[in-house]
């Protein structure tokens, strides 16, 4: 199996700009879980999903940020418009339902300027 | 809530010394508790996981990891560190219930020729 896949590993952009994240988990895996990784605030959950549906987006820091699983091979992690307070390396992990053990991707360096 | 703390943001250790990196977690029953090591620019990868059973659990590249519920602890140690060890160290607890996945602040580890 390849992993969890994200795409692209590295984003810049220009602060306004909208940017899209992506992530294809592992096969066969239910749930999927999106991740920010800044030196201040350590690793936040943003969002998961269970069976494609979001569970808990308590963590997604304001309306800016939206995340879809449109089916059980893709989701997206957006944010219209982007913040320079906004980079950030993003991650995504999946694991079978109720895991227990989560596998993550290489993560998404994004910058935004 | 579920909750983890890792009360050591940084250690530096000897090559050859013995290592010991903290967590402790608040959850109401017996989680889920895993150690995840992430080296610069990657992702995380998982070391070890506690389920049930043996509160002893082993991991890859020589980690061991003990469950102690009176504490609520899971402590990672390994008895002879090497060069390559260096990275920083997430311990996360999962809710068996809810599927959230919480991680700790990471230790940074260094270690010393």
């Known amino acids: 199996d390849a992993g969890v896949i994200q795409s692209p590993r590295h984003e810049v952009t220009e602060m306004g700009q909208e940017v899209t994240l992506r992530c294809k988990p592992i096969?066969?895996?239910?749930?999927l879980f999106w991740y920010r990784q800044t030196m201040m605030r350590g690793l936040e959950l943003l969002i998961y999903?269970?069976?494609?549906?979001?569970?808990?987006d308590s963590g997604m820091p304001e309306d800016r940020f939206s995340a879809k699983m449109p089916n059980a091979s893709f989701s997206t992690l957006k944010i219209q418009p982007s913040e320079p307070r906004d980079s950030a390396v993003y991650f995504c992990?999946?694991?079978?339902?109720?895991?227990?053990?989560?596998?993550f991707g290489q993560g998404t360096r994004l910058t935004v300027v | 809530a579920q909750s983890v703390t890792q009360p050591d943001i940084h250690i530096t250790v000897s090559e050859g010394a013995s290592l010991e990196l903290r967590c402790n977690y608040s959850?109401?029953?017996?989680?889920?508790l895993f150690w995840y090591v992430q080296s610069p620019g990657q992702g995380l990868q998982l070391l070890l996981k506690?389920?049930?059973?043996?509160?002893l659990v082993q991991g890859i590249k020589g980690f061991e990891a003990e469950f102690k519920r009176s504490q609520s602890s899971f402590n990672l140690r390994k008895p002879s560190v090497h060069w390559s060890d260096a990275a920083e160290y997430f311990c996360?607890?999962?809710?068996?219930?809810?599927?959230?996945?919480?991680f700790g602040g990471g230790t940074r580890l260094m270690v010393k020729p």
């Open positions: 992990a999946s694991s079978p339902l109720r895991g227990p053990e989560a596998f």
């Open positions: 096969s066969g895996h239910n749930s």
């Open positions: 999903f269970n069976n494609n549906v979001p569970i808990d």
């Open positions: 959850y109401g029953a017996t989680p889920y």
């Open positions: 506690y389920f049930s059973g043996d509160t």
């Open positions: 996360a607890v999962r809710n068996n219930a809810g599927n959230m996945l919480t």
